[in-house]
């Protein structure tokens, strides 16, 4: 018979036990590089361009280069005419051509790509100028800003829609400011840092040409200084009353007493009153005109002296030695204020040099740059 309790068990639904879960898969990260298809067949041929100007960059490095010049320009003052002449050297007007043309290709690459396409040339020409740098270390920081300055070309061409004449004016020049602002801050930093050295070789130039100077310049001088004094002598007025200061009546008439011996002592006292009136009027206007003539024949001798003569037979070199002259300019103060400046000195004559040579690559960079996009390209 069954029975009618129930099992403890019976009705329970038995819990569940968790199911073990599968472990997550990593996810994997793909970094897909852009080829060169991605570009597109225009970037393509912007890259032919870039390469030649490259080529062109690099060559004209060398150029400017063999130019042979140096920061020292600026303070030797006794090489100033050589060093002046290297601004139409054949190897600097061929380095204005071809950077020039960099120019004008570099902005015919940058017109109508993307900004990051048209920033390509200034990271690829920095590292040229960089490697080229190694073969000319003292040109590295001009490499650095020509390179840059190219750059610059590239990148703001990409701004402008169409290549106009006015549009390829306005990119060059903000390109060329670039390297006006880079010179600048380059040359006052590598001045600054060789103060010294620079500050010694502007003194020592002037002081080496300064004999010299003064030797050619002093017999013209010593002659204008001869004809002035006797201009000054012959023009001078010899006024009564300043004679008469001298030479007083009182005085007149004590020497008249005496030595105008017993006749003249003799006489009553109104009848001398009357001679020493009379011959001191007569001796004042008399000495003045001894002295007038006195006065224009001096200047005559004077104007008759031969100056130059005398100081060019003068050695003027033995008298003002380098070690002399150096040691007077370190005596004015201006010379300690020159010296506080030099860097910004030199970095406003290599700005001003600079902004005067620009003028050419701008025109001819202008030029090119327009006509390659109009005719060639």
Known sequence: MPS??????????????????????????VISLPSMAD????FHFKLAIL?????????SLFLFARSNFATSDIFDYSRIEFN?????????????VLFSLSMALLTAYGLGLPKLQAAIPAVVLVIVAAIESLFFGPYGAAFIGFALTLGAAAFFASFAKEL????????????????????????YMHVEANKERYFNTLILG???????LLASAAPAGAQQAVIFCADLIDSAQIKKDQVQTIFTKDDFA?????????????????????????????????????ASKLQKDFAKVIRGIDASKQISSANVTQFLTPKILTKQLQAVPQ???????????AALTVAGVLSIVNLFVHVLATILAWALVKFVL
């Open 84 to 96: 002046a002449g290297k601004l139409y050297s054949l190897y600097f007007l061929l380095f204005l």
């Open 4 to 29: 009618d309790k129930k099992s403890p068990d019976k009705g329970k639904v038995a819990p569940m036990l968790p199911q073990p879960q599968a472990a997550p898969q990593p996810k994997q990260i």
């Open 39 to 42: 570009f597109g067949p225009q």
């Open 164 to 187: 106009t004449p006015s549009a390829a004016w306005n990119i060059t020049s903000k390109a060329l400011t670039v390297l006006v602002v880079l010179s600048f801050l380059f040359t």
């Open 335 to 345: 010379t300690r204020l020159l010296y506080n400046y030099l860097g910004l000195m």
């Open 51 to 59: 390469a030649f100007a490259i080529l062109l960059f690099t060559f």
């Open 206 to 212: 002037v002081v080496n040409q300064a004999p010299e």
């Open 254 to 290: 004590a020497s008249m007493d005496a030595n105008g011996g017993a006749v003249y002592t003799a006489l009553p006292a109104v009848s001398r009153q009357a001679i020493v009136d009379s011959a001191y009027t007569y001796s004042i206007d008399k000495s003045i005109e001894v």
